[in-house]
């Protein structure tokens, strides 16, 4: 919980009420500090865009590429989720389709498809990655289906910093969509560059050789980068210039944790005349000025910035779809979110004022699609440009039937009261609501103890539900080093399901990953055992008493695989025993260097979580065993 105050400045001779600063009650709370009168500075009285926090934001991601997501630091599910591909898959469908039909129409001022060049899909900020896997996949599908199959897309995932895009480059699951052509990446740096240079294909994104519109997706970006904050009062206006502390004296100005150290306070200072030298940029100031008295209120330039060049590279056609911690509305403003408050959460954050962004692009010839509703968590707004004989009407629909009618932040809401009685949901109920997920592997972990409290009596026919619902769960997943083995989890409930082969496929998976634990062998074992492979179940329940010699579920198993298996295969077990044992220390050694890898990133490898592994619900196994003998 948080607390908010208000204090009183004097800005020649007016009494203003001052922005309200969120001040943390405990150390839990994720909201910077006010300036503490004994903290060193570090800058004093900035202009909010020109502040060092952004410097400072910049260094973190940088030292900590995609450490910043995998640990779970930097909040991204939300805008990479299945669901939000879904819906975003959805607009931009529909934004082809009015671009083809209004290629059919001949009109001058939208040009045909040029289909010797592929329509490019850019996402700005790709963080981890899963947005853009899952988008396309939701995309192709979508697509492979349609009149549109034959139209070429190419997708493209930038970042600022050289070692995300590597990170992505190097990935296997990518691996099939970079070589059939459909995904390419690029170092971008939204603050100030104006075209791309593809890594795999090599091709310029410019104004000059680009021929088709351009597709440009942002997500949890708009609220990372430079603004400006202003106060309006009584028809005045006032910049906030912001001044930076820490409790201590900075030696390292590129320590990636500074941010959570930052103390700010913010100053009014009078605005006379322009303050920017964009027209368009200060008739919007000026607007907000006369109409929002008594109202503080963040200009978002880094955005603005942005859009400007890429409406450039674009040549004028270009659909922007852009989700973030923001709002479009004056109400909004008005119940106080315009306030400069920055979450911390490794990096900061701040609020999007999406009404400003929708005005600029309506005084560059754009058309905007709000929320009409008020969002809580996520505002999806969509930006089109250039001019169709039908004013979008397709990319308007798709737009209305799954962002406005129920989309990503609908979803986000109802999960979180679906949390509070997941427990009394029927199986029925559960897969539902993964189904309507699209197949969420969060939710299928928010799931994952009701699902386990119905395998005690779950007939046949469920079974097979609950089969088909883990098999799409994992298809909707792209692992980025992350603590949690999702592939463990489910290959261990479908061997509780009794679907012993995709159980194996899973658990492969999981040693693949995260490499070989006792719970992982034993479950492997339990899979070959009911597949009556009974030589090749002593072989992995013997690594996993070699992994954990005190694992007694594993011993229990042992000895009755050993009854099970020919004596004949027994001595030629024992032949073999020398070149096994030699592989041991191999093995060993490898593991040791694999723990000391995941302890120097900061991540709890299941290699050295043994208790969660071995201490498996292991119902009915018994029953299983003595039907296998």
Known sequence: MTRSRRRQVIVRGQCLPELAITVPVDSTSSVMKIINKRSVPLERKQRLSRSLLWQFQRNYFERQGIGAWSAGVVPHHITSSPFIADAYARVVFGFLRDCETAAHREDPSFPPLDLSQAIHIVE????PGRFAYLFLKKF?????DSVLKD??????????????????????????????GLLDFARFDVEHDQKLKLIHSRDILSAKKLRNPLIVISNYLFDSIPQDAFFAHDGHLFETLVSLSTPQ??????DPEILSRVEL??????????YYGDAKWNRILLDYKHRLSGTAFLFPTGALQCIRNLRRLSNGRMLLLSGDRGYSSDAALLEGKGAPTMAVHGSVSMMVDYQIIGEYCRLRGGEVLHPAHRSESLNISAFLFGKTPGSFVETRQAYAETIEKFGPDDFFTLKEGIAQVVEALSLEQLIAFLRLSCWDYKRFWECLPALKKHLEDISDIQKQELHEAILKVWDSYLPIGEENDLAFQLGT?????NYYEEALKLLQQSVDLYGMAPGTAYNLSV?????????????????????????DAAKALRVELRSAVPATALKQRRRRRASIGSRRGQYQSSVEAAEQADSANGINSP?????????ITRKKKRGRHELNK
């Open 151 to 180: 139209i070429p897309v190419k997708y493209v995932m930038t970042d600022f910093t050289e070692q995300n895009v590597e990170y992505w480059r190097a990935h296997a699951w990518l691996q099939p969509l970079i070589e059939a």
């Open 607 to 615: 290699r050295t979580t043994r208790a969660s592994r071995a201490n």
């Open 265 to 274: 306070s913010y100053d009014h200072n009078p605005v006379n005349g322009n």
């Open 493 to 497: 409930l479908l061997l509780e399901i």
């Open 140 to 144: 192709l599908a979508y697509q492979r």
């Open 124 to 127: 700005l900020g790709s963080g």
């Open 527 to 551: 899979c070959y055992y009911s597949l009556g492979q009974t030589e090749k179940a002593l072989e992995y329940v013997n690594q996993a008493l070699e992994l954990d010699p005190e694992f």
């Open 249 to 254: 004296k900075e030696s390292d100005p590129g």
